[in-house]
């Protein structure tokens, strides 16, 4: 994949593109310390760098839900979405229109050659919608 992307093989590259097939949507601090545990140490700098270098070359995707953290998915070249937990915060894919994808068609463009569109669901995820009980006769949500 780094040679189809005319970057050059590095242990740090092949630790951060591992990290992110194995952990979508993970977060910096999250592929830091899954590439710290592969590599041993490693700069948080360099793995920002390497970060830059795939989504620059195509082959991870950079999502910034509104009040998160950047997250990174190795899930490029489709048009995905994305539902978010309001309570925990986990993300999931999920799949644009098939055939026409109305999500493309835009009701004033502007002028503009649209060929992506970043829609972001917002809900709660199962385990967090799920009651729980906390006292007995009263339920509340984890």
Request: proline share 7%; charged share 20%.
């Given at each position: 994949m780094l040679r189809g992307a005319a970057l050059r093989v590095t242990r740090p590259r092949l630790a951060v593109l591992h990290a992110?097939?194995?952990?979508?949507?993970?977060?910096?601090?999250?592929?830091?310390g899954?590439?710290?545990k592969d590599l041993g140490e490693v700069s948080h700098q360099a793995v920002y760098d390497v970060l830059r270098a795939l989504t620059g070359a195509?082959?991870?995707?950079?999502?910034?839900?509104?009040g998160s953290v950047a997250r990174y998915e190795a899930r490029v070249g489709d048009n995905h979405h994305h539902v978010v937990c309001r309570s925990c915060g986990a993300i999931a894919d999920v799949d644009?229109?098939?055939?026409?994808?109305?999500?493309?068609?835009?009701?004033?463009?502007?002028?503009?050659?649209?060929?992506e569109a970043e829609v972001v669901y917002w809900g709660r995820c199962p385990a967090c919608s799920t009651p729980t009980t906390t006292d007995p006769g009263r339920s509340a949500r984890v």
């Open positions: 992110v097939h194995s952990h979508p949507h993970a977060d910096t601090d999250t592929i830091i899954v590439v710290r195509g082959l991870v995707r950079r999502i910034q839900p509104s644009c229109a098939v055939g026409h994808t109305p999500c493309l068609t835009a009701s004033d463009d502007s002028g503009f050659v649209i060929d």
